[in-house]
């Protein structure tokens, strides 16, 4: 176990590694950032010390170097646009998009996977169908619409719900959250239910698939041959059996969601991660883009590394080294 | 003589199906007594499994019980709500399938399933309930049943694993079991060991049996009576020593003459001539009569069912009686 872990890491360290290489030398071919440094009508002296500051007359290997040996001592070097240390930035925004996209995934699959294995139990009740009927729904509109849909049903027309940005917050860890606020709660609701639709019609899908072939294994019937309730069948052996698809999606749309949470964040005005990732973009803020890629890449490793645990958790068959 | 403990009575199961309606049991009517086992015989496909998923109430949909009576102590069962059925399903009744690797759940430890069905009809505690289980596993000869209780079937040997599926059968000492083919997916040194097992434990409990096999031998082997079945009917029962020695029906010693021990060193195995009937598009009349050798005309009319003492058959020209 121990020695699994540690092999992981290793790998783990080259994969971002590889990473930062690749997305280093991927954004300096994106465009010369001094541009956006300087006013356009700066003096070439200016300039030319700006360049030098920065360190762009350098080779790019020597940049990457540079960055790298900083990296390492955790620092990602400032952000041109807001001129403050890049790993505070992002570390500034991760909590808003961390508890937007966690709501998002948890209540989609909370929510879709009962709804899925009753769909898959009872797949000609007209219950069933229109649970299907939802999923097909989920899977075809495209978020931006649903976004816009929300916003204007419940935050216009109704004024049920606030239409954008994180509301009142409240320190936990010394980090800021709006899921600890009555208003900040209210705030979450319509990103989340944004961002969680999709996730959801994969759940349902995915769990009823799951049921509907589980319900016909012999698994079932000698269960049920036993004297099992259709309930105790239902969550404890099939939930059990249709698990790890459920899992490894789950993890897979977390950390996408978590990565690219763009539209809902610019949809809603949420200060979270997607957004920064498009401002800088648009900034060529350079920076920011070679670290938030870094931690997407990081992001990806951890939770299939944690996908991975849980597999071994979930099915004793994938448990190695123990007989 | 006392009542039996099973007496099926002209039990009719089928399948709708898109091509018309399949009737996989077409009017079987047998008595199982209090501590005898019954072998039930026949090929592949002649409706062995349905006629025992039938007496459990757990035909798969949408196939139903069209027809007949099964009565249980006398009492009819068939068409019981599911409450009741299930409170017989393990307790009174129980079954043991063909394959223990796809009866036992891979994902849950023995002891869980175990305590699962041990929990299905009854209110036990954690600690009670262990002991019962490890109970029940010496009992069908599982070595250190106390750890092998935290164990998952993957880590059992077939035969083992086919013996944690029979101690949960026994588990409430049930009056009936029904065993569909549970040495088919064995090795056959294992096979003739399980079989022996289950004969001593039915003895020594006095549960009955209904043991299942497309195998004559192993049947024979086993059963104080046997029942073979044809196209979804039993074309002849009687004891089992009777019905091998002097078979009445042509298709029974159609069976018989197939075995190896009983054909001649050197001879060919001589096996039955055309296919099993479609249940789809069954002849009328008498569904064997397309293969046998006996056939005449007026077999295209319905057998007449007849008595001989403990036997009976269901044949216009049955073999050793004389016209
Ligand atoms: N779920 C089902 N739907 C349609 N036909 C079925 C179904 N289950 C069994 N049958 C049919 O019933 C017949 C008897 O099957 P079965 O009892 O499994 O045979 P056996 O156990 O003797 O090999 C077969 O012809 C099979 O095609
Ligand atoms: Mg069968």
Redesign the pocket.
């Known amino acids: 176990m121990l020695g699994f872990l540690i092999q992981r890491i290793l790998q783990a360290a080259l994969v971002v590694l590889a990473m930062s290489a690749l997305v280093f030398a991927g954004v300096f071919a994106i465009g010369n950032p001094i541009d956006v440094l300087i006013s356009p009508d700066a003096t070439q002296d200016i300039r030319a010390a700006t360049i030098a500051k920065y360190g762009f007359d350098r080779p790019l290997w020597e940049q990457y170097f540079t960055f790298l040996g900083r990296a390492l001592h955790g620092d990602f070097g400032q952000s041109f646009v807001y001129n403050m240390p890049v790993g505070r930035l992002i570390l500034s925004r991760l909590p808003a998009t961390l508890e937007l996209t966690l709501a998002a995934v948890l209540g989609a699959t909370l929510l879709g996977v009962p709804l899925g294995m009753y769909a898959g139990y009872r797949p000609q009740s007209r219950f069933s169908k229109a649970v299907m009927a939802l999923s097909i729904l989920g899977f075809s509109v495209p978020t931006f619409w649903v976004g816009l849909v929300l916003i204007f049903a419940f935050a216009v027309n109704l004024g049920w719900l606030p239409a954008g940005g994180r509301g009142a917050t409240a320190p936990l860890f010394g980090v800021e959250w709006s899921f600890l606020t009555a208003d900040g709660l209210q705030h979450m609701i319509l990103p989340a239910i944004n961002l969680a639709l999709f996730k959801f019609a994969l759940m349902i899908r995915l769990a009823r698939a799951g049921t509907r072939e589980a319900m016909l294994t012999d698994t079932v019937k000698f269960a049920r041959a036993a004297g099992l309730s259709e309930r105790t069948v239902l969550l404890r052996h099939v939930l059990r059996l249709i698990a790890i698809p459920l899992v490894t999606v789950f993890g897979l749309e977390f950390g996408s969601t978590l990565a690219f949470a763009v539209v809902t964040e610019t949809i809603f005005s949420w200060p979270g991660l997607g957004k920064l990732i498009i401002d800088s973009i648009t900034s060529l803020d350079r920076p920011v883009m070679v670290a938030y890629l870094m931690l997407v890449a990081l992001f990806f490793i951890v939770i299939n590394l944690a996908v991975d645990l849980s597999y071994a958790a979930l099915d004793p068959r994938m448990r190695k080294g123990r007989a | 003589m006392s009542a039996p403990l099973l007496d099926v009575s002209g039990l009719e199961t089928q ?1 709708p ?1 898109r091509d018309g309606v ?1 009737r ?1 049991v077409n009017g079987v009517s047998f008595t199982v007594n209090r501590g005898e086992i019954l072998g039930l015989v ?10 025992g998923f039938s007496l459990i109430g757990l035909v ?1 949909a949408p ?1 139903r019980i069209a027809a007949g009576s099964v009565k249980l102590d006398g009492r009819d069962i068939v068409g019981l709500p599911n409450d009741e059925l299930r409170a017989i399903r393990g307790k009174r009744i129980s079954m043991v399938f063909q394959d223990p690797s796809m009866t036992l759940n891979p994902v849950l430890t023995v002891g869980d399933q175990m305590l699962l069905a041990l929990r299905a009809h009854e209110r036990i505690s954690a600690g009670d309930g262990r002991r019962r289980c490890v109970a029940a596993l010496e009992q069908v000869g599982i070595p250190d049943p106390g750890r092998r209780l935290d164990s998952y079937p993957h880590q059992f040997s077939g035969g083992m694993r086919q013996r944690v599926a029979i101690a949960i059968a026994l588990l409430h000492k049930p009056d009936l079991v029904i065993a ?1 083919e549970p040495t088919t997916a064995l090795d056959v040194s294992i096979q003739a060991q399980i079989l022996t097992e289950m004969k001593a434990l039915a003895r020594d409990t006095g549960t009955a049996m209904i043991w ?1 096999s ?1 195998d004559l031998a192993t049947v024979s082997s086993m059963a104080d009576r046997i029942a073979v ?1 044809y196209a ?1 009917r039993i074309v002849e029962s009687g004891p089992t020593a009777t019905v091998l020695r002097d078979p009445r029906h042509p298709y029974t010693r159609g069976l018989l003459d197939s075995l190896p021990a009983i054909a001649q060193a050197g001879e060919d195995l001589a096996s039955i001539p055309g296919t099993t009937p479609s ?1 789809l598009k069954l002849p009328p009349g008498c569904p064997f009569a397309p293969r046998c050798p006996r056939a005449q005309p007026v077999c295209a009319n319905e057998p007449p069912l007849a008595v001989e003492g403990d036997r009976t058959f269901l044949c216009h020209f049955p073999l050793g009686v004389r016209a």
Do not use: Y
């Not at chain 2, 026949?42 to 006629?51: I, N």
């Open positions: 399948f199906t399949v996989a026949g090929e592949s496909g002649s409706g062995k499994s349905v006629t798969d196939g569909d299942i497309h079945m979804g249940l």
